[in-house]
């Protein structure tokens, strides 16, 4: 079985300052990573995810995430924030590989608070 | 538009009332996902289902029941067995990828039991 942490449960920030989000997994196999962002009563959107290949996965407006196996990490950064950044953002985590079924785990989430 | 809905957004029920919330994708998706979130607690998988008349449970089925009697619809019945079923219900689908596909999500229903 696979868990996620995300270490921070809110993390508060001045407008244009950098952020990090963090998480990290268990799993005993190889993983799929995702990070979610969702805004208030709304629906969750996926930002990245991280099938193979390069461990830096690039998403739109600057965000980007690095897949570390040695530190079973998936660390969500951005370089500069807007007040519009304000949400909760999820990172989730499957087994590879197979054609069955494979759960999604999700992690308690981190609140991105954006200040002006 | 292609995407999925999830209607009422909001729904009272009283404590004893079984409830039914309803999805609905027309993104031709195969496998719809219903889930529960509570505050801190991240999503937890209620129940899944890959394709027409048949679905597995979740990691928290107990209370709920579900029905896929069509390729795009996934109604998700919250029971009276339910010992504590106010919480935001998300309703998401896929294709049908073996682990890399993407699911979407609607934009929710939040349940409160008076």
């Known amino acids: 079985a696979q868990s996620v942490t995300q270490l921070d449960s809110q993390v508060p920030v001045f407008e244009e300052a950098p952020v990090e989000l963090r998480c990290n997994y268990s799993s005993s196999v190889s993983v799929y990573l995702f990070w979610y962002v969702q805004y208030p009563n709304q629906g969750l959107q996926l930002l990245l995810k991280y099938l193979s290949g390069s461990t830096l996965v690039k998403g739109i407006n600057g965000i980007e995430a690095e897949f570390n196996k040695s530190q079973t990490s998936f660390h969500l950064r951005k370089p500069s924030v807007h007040i519009s950044d304000t949400a909760e953002y999820f990172c989730a985590v499957r087994n590879a590989g197979g054609t069955s079924y494979g759960k999604l785990t999700f992690g308690q989430g981190t609140i991105l608070t954006v200040h002006p | 538009d292609g995407g999925i809905t999830q209607s009422p957004k909001y729904l009272f029920r009283k404590e004893g009332q079984n409830v039914t919330l309803s999805c609905e994708q027309n993104?031709?998706?195969?496998?719809m996902y219903w889930y529960r979130q509570d505050p801190g607690q991240g999503l937890r998988l209620i129940y899944y289902?890959?394709?027409?008349?048949d679905f597995q449970k979740g990691d928290i089925a107990e209370g709920y029941s579900v029905s896929r009697e069509k390729k795009e619809s996934f109604p998700l019945t919250v029971t009276s067995a339910q010992k504590n079923p106010t919480a935001f219900y998300l309703c998401?689908?896929?294709?049908w990828g073996g682990g890399t596909d993407t699911q979407y999500f609607g934009p929710g229903t939040r349940l409160t039991v008076l």
């Open positions: 289902s890959q394709i027409v008349n």
């Open positions: 993104l031709n998706h195969d496998a």
């Open positions: 998401a689908s896929s294709i």
